[in-house]
């Protein structure tokens, strides 16, 4: 896809989005309840020169009031490595995340996340920091990845739409991400990435009665990320070039099963291997109580 093509294809659904009207984004609330959500995916990488294949299993646990939401995720990915690397990955993930709702119109967020890395060294023990405000449907994020040699900034910029026809209910949003990388050049894992990077992300959802559809798509260039609201982290030095996802959903009483598949076009910043591709496709069970 060319850069014309990307644009045109930007515009597209960005008026897409905007036709609808902006309300506060409720589509996925669960006030008074509980949700334990278990999930296991695996990942598939070609061209890459360090790795091959592997499995994520994650589990989080989401309780949300009137006033306020606490979720925390805990995450193990486990990938088989080439030879260039004299053994296999293993990471685990602790997030934390915290909400508060000011009123209804306005909501203040924080988070956490550390990561425990047994081959990446650069990486291994960061801290990752998030500090939200919501206004109606507009979001700004501030996060701050806490490494041992550098850190990186990223603003998170989010507006969401919703709207419905009869019994279809849709919701998009549209989100901006800006990269900056501080004292990049100590070190040789980062040394090679840009100072600066900008990606946008579109994301659309529709869910009819108990079924749920979602698409999204991140264009331009992002490393180090921190994603999914502040609950996920690309921790590696990949720069991510393009992201396309799809997901279809069932709710079945209190059970609501999703499975997902999403495609990334990546470069190895440190060795300068370009081209790889990451496969991912994953099941999540949602059981609320």
């Given at each position: 896809m060319d850069k014309n093509e990307k644009l045109n294809l930007i515009v597209l659904l960005t008026v897409i989005s905007t036709t609808s009207y902006a309300l506060e984004e409720d589509h996925h609330k669960h006030v008074g309840n509980t949700n334990i959500k278990i999930n296991y995916g695996t990942l598939d990488f070609e061209n890459s020169k360090k790795k091959d294949n592997g499995k994520r299993y994650g589990i989080e646990l989401d309780h949300q009031d009137h006033k306020h939401h606490y979720q925390f995720y805990y995450e193990e990915t486990?990938?088989?490595?080439?030879k260039r690397l004299n053994k296999d990955?293993?990471?685990?993930?602790?997030?934390?995340?915290?909400?508060?709702?000011?009123s209804k119109k306005n909501n203040l967020s924080l988070s956490y996340a550390n990561i425990d890395d047994n081959l990446m060294k650069e990486t291994d023990g960061g801290h990752i920091y998030g500090l939200g405000y919501r206004?109606?449907?507009?979001?700004?994020?501030?996060?701050?990845?806490?490494?041992?040699?550098?850190?990186?900034?990223?603003?998170?910029?989010?507006?969401?739409f919703k709207k419905k026809f009869n019994n279809?209910?849709?919701?998009?949003?549209?989100?901006?991400?800006?990269?900056?990388?501080?004292?990049?050049?100590?070190?040789n894992f980062s040394k090679k990435a840009k100072n600066n990077y900008f990606s946008l992300g579109l994301k659309g959802h529709a869910h009819y009665k108990g079924y749920h559809l979602g698409v999204g798509t991140y264009l331009g260039e992002r490393i180090f990320a921190v994603m999914n609201e502040g609950l996920k982290v690309q921790h590696h030095a990949m720069e991510f070039k393009e992201s396309y996802m799809l997901g279809i959903g069932k709710k079945i009483d209190n059970f609501l099963i999703h499975l997902r598949y999403a495609q990334h076009k990546a470069k190895e910043v440190p060795i300068n291997n370009d081209?790889?591709?990451?496969?991912?496709?994953?099941?999540?069970?949602?059981?609320?109580?």
């Open positions: 486990y990938t088989d490595t080439t990955l293993e990471v685990k993930k602790h997030t934390l995340k915290y909400q508060y709702n000011i206004y109606k449907t507009l979001s700004l994020t501030q996060y701050l990845s806490d490494y041992k040699n550098f850190d990186v900034y990223q603003s998170d910029l989010k507006l969401g279809i209910e849709f919701i998009s949003a549209v989100i901006g991400k800006y990269i900056h990388l501080n004292d990049k050049n100590s070190n081209n790889v591709k990451v496969k991912n496709i994953m099941l999540e069970i949602d059981y609320k109580f």
